[in-house]
């Protein structure tokens, strides 16, 4: 028969290598925590109007990734494609905005995009994130990204990531530089690709984008957004960089990083890893001061950012930072039926101090079974048979030293707390 295999752009994460995850995981929440943010879980497919309306009808992410279908009812549903959408929905449907005038969550699980796959591009990918609502102010956007630096240099990535920031304005702003650069583009606009010829009366400022490097060489003498700021853009912006100079987070500034989510106003960052290739955006967020209103809430400011976990792990292997896989403790060896109840009891108590601790269920002969202890390097072995039995003895066996003593039953789990203490 034929055998059924994963989707393309889908992987399992196996058991060898989940403790990488769990070890980031762990870093993701304990750092969320400390900055006071809760976590928020979501379902994982939506209303297709909740993405089409928040990241934007002409996004690429709109226009060609989504995985939807119309359900039995007519009603059109899509796996999530990022998060901040489904998030600001909650925001809204539950009040969370009435319970406190701030919200920070924070949130990690699967998001589905149809790309091509690639190194560091999946179908079915693995974000971790925060959103805080409430404050328009710097210091919000500096507590934002201090997360993010700090998930950062906990999983020593910080020497070869940049964090690239701009601040691509108000509505006011981004109506006149919209003006300009379409100006400034036009006579140029039959050199340009079909995509951004299209963007051209679409959304202009995604093409400063393009990873054409033709395009690029064009986009050199275009005006900045910079030069459009009105006065509480420049100030807001000003302070950011004020506060990210304070705080010793070092970033350097890119006029042309607009974000391909339609629902950005003002900061807008993302931070890029070297070690990457291509896909080397790690993490990127920015401000979203009109969402929640655009998804039906009161006028609420938020802002936040989401990092691909695997592109993470990739970056944290490649600079060969990635922890050890916590050893297994004890291996119990078990010889013969009657030694069983023994070992589960002993089992049950090492466990209760913590240990990591297997015990046979093969039946196997004491080679076989000292052979797995071995292979799965558990640093002890404990073996019951029946000489053990008859002494109420076990024998402990420590496994890189090869050493062996016998002692009573009821001095193991002793043995173990002084080890451990
Ligand atoms: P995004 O830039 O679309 O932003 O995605 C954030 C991160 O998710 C990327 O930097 C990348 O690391 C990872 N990522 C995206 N697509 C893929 C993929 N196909 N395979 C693997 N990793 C991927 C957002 O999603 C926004 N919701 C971020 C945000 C939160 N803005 C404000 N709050």
Partial sequence: MKQIRS??????????????????????????????????RNPIFEE???????VGQETDIVTKEMYSWEDINGKHLTLRPELTASVTRAYIQHNLGNQSPIQ???????????????????????????????????????????????????CGLENETTL????????????????????????????FSQTSQHRFETNPLRILDTKSEKEQNILKGAPKISDYHTENDSSHFNSLIGFLKNMNIPFSINHKLVRGLDYYTGTVFEFNSHSLGAQDALLGG???????????????????????????LIAMEQSGINKKESSLDIYFVCVG????????????????????VISDTLRRSIKSQLREANKLEAKYALMIGENEIKDNNVILKDLSKGIQITILQSEVIKFFEDLTN
Avoid: M
Wanted: aromatic content about 10%; some cysteine; hydrophobic content about 30%.
């Fill in 164 to 191: 690239n920031l701009n601040s691509i304005g108000s509505e006011e702003c981004r109506d006149k530089y919209r003006i300009a650069l379409r100006d400034y583009i036009h006579p140029y606009l039959k050199d």
């Fill in 104 to 154: 920070r969550l924070y949130y990690n699980g699967p998001l589905f995009r149809r790309e091509r796959p690639q190194k560091g591009r999946q179908r079915q990918f693995h974000q971790f994130g925060v959103e805080a609502f409430g404050s328009n102010n710097p210091e919000q956007d500096v507590e934002i990204i201090s997360i993010a630096w700090r998930i950062i240099l906990q």
């Fill in 7 to 40: 989707i393309k752009g889908t992987h399992d994460i196996l058991p060898n290598e989940i403790y990488k995850w769990q070890q980031l995981e762990s870093i993701v929440c304990r750092t969320c925590e400390q900055f006071g943010y809760r976590e928020i």
């Fill in 286 to 312: 920015g401000r979203y001061n009109d969402l929640v209103e655009t998804l039906g809430g009161r006028s609420t400011p938020g802002i936040g950012f989401a990092a691909g976990v695997e592109r993470f």
């Fill in 48 to 54: 297709t109007g909740l993405f089409s309306r928040s």
């Fill in 337 to 356: 039926e009657k030694a069983l109840p023994i070992v589960l009891e002993i089992s049950k108590k090492l466990r209760e101090i913590g240990l990591k």
